[in-house]
């Protein structure tokens, strides 16, 4: 028996296994705009791409500098997942939290990798445009303080290097005397029947957090219950985001060491010596100490 004859190459149709299928050739994209192209107008590339401005000769600033941008948009998709959770823990949706947070654990790991076009610096090649940076320093980072605001790390201090910038200085403030994330999970807890202290929920909330017996007592309990139920489900999603917090603290400070050592670092800061302390504290806490008494 015969077989029909196969459509030559470049045929409207093309067989596969017996099976007609019709091919077009691709369409031309639109091309002719007027003004800015659209992708222009929503992504604002043009704005983001011409916002270096180095200080010295060394090729290698602008990798400093644009990796230390990125991380500043970094931190700006974080605080936005970090503000919608805690936005939906004040209303009960935890599920909404859950996937916030479960965003940002992503955005955190993508933060993170930010480390890697810095973590080999040699001393020689960071000293041939660290004079560039002049005072500047990352702890003078607006939106990383509003990070470390939502963890419960509150300091009222932090405010100060921000006061000739009136808009960032009304923002950081606000965020200051709101409760952080931690809060609302654990004001959550309570309304959901667990003990939290009274103590705990009554707090000044512009003040750091510390540790608390009582919390950790409420996590022991939560996870010596079903492991698939929501509260359990938040506890882990915390926990991710805390590692990854952690891993980015490390991650600093193996960076820094190994570009400077054990020199002060730029804006008066303790260098190495302020970042191996801050690497020490773990986000969350309770949430670590309590599986001790599971």
Do not use: C
Not at 57 to 64: I, L, N, T, W
Not at 233 to 241: F, H, I, N, S, Y
């Amino acid at each position: 028996m015969s077989q029909p004859a196969r459509p030559s190459h470049g045929s409207a149709y093309e067989t596969s296994y017996g099976t007609a299928y019709a091919t077009h050739e691709p369409e031309t994209p639109h091309l002719d705009f007027d003004g800015t192209t659209p992708y222009e107008d929503y992504v604002r590339a043009d704005v983001l791409t011409h916002l270096q401005h180095t200080l010295s000769d060394d090729p290698g600033e602008m990798v400093f500098l644009v990796t230390t941008q990125v991380m500043e948009l970094w931190f700006t998709v974080v605080v936005h997942e970090w503000e919608t959770a805690a936005r939906a823990l004040r209303s009960d949706d935890v599920p909404t939290a859950i996937a916030a947070l479960k965003r940002s654990a992503r955005e955190l790991e993508a933060l993170n990798a930010s480390w890697r076009p810095l973590g080999q610096l040699t001393p020689a090649q960071f000293n041939s445009y660290r004079s560039a940076l002049g005072e500047g320093s990352g702890f003078q980072s607006a939106m990383y303080r509003r990070m470390e605001f939502l963890l419960g790390e509150k300091s009222a201090s932090m405010l100060v290097p921000h006061r000739g910038a009136p808009r960032v200085h009304a923002e950081l403030e606000k965020a200051l005397h709101e409760p952080s994330l931690y809060d609302e999970v654990l004001r959550l807890l309570a309304r959901r029947g667990h003990a939290v202290p009274d103590a705990v929920l009554d707090r000044d909330v512009s003040l750091r957090r510390e540790p608390h017996a009582g919390v950790e007592a409420v996590w022991a309990e939560v996870y010596s219950g079903d492991p698939a139920a929501e509260t359990a489900r938040l506890g882990e999603a915390l926990t991710d985001v805390a590692e990854l917090v952690w891993r980015w603290r490390n991650d600093h400070l193996v960076a820094t060491r190994r570009a400077m050592g054990a020199k002060p670092g730029t804006g008066g800061s303790a260098g190495v010596a302020w970042l191996e302390k801050r690497a020490r504290k773990n986000v969350f806490p309770e949430l670590w100490t309590a599986r001790s008494h599971v």
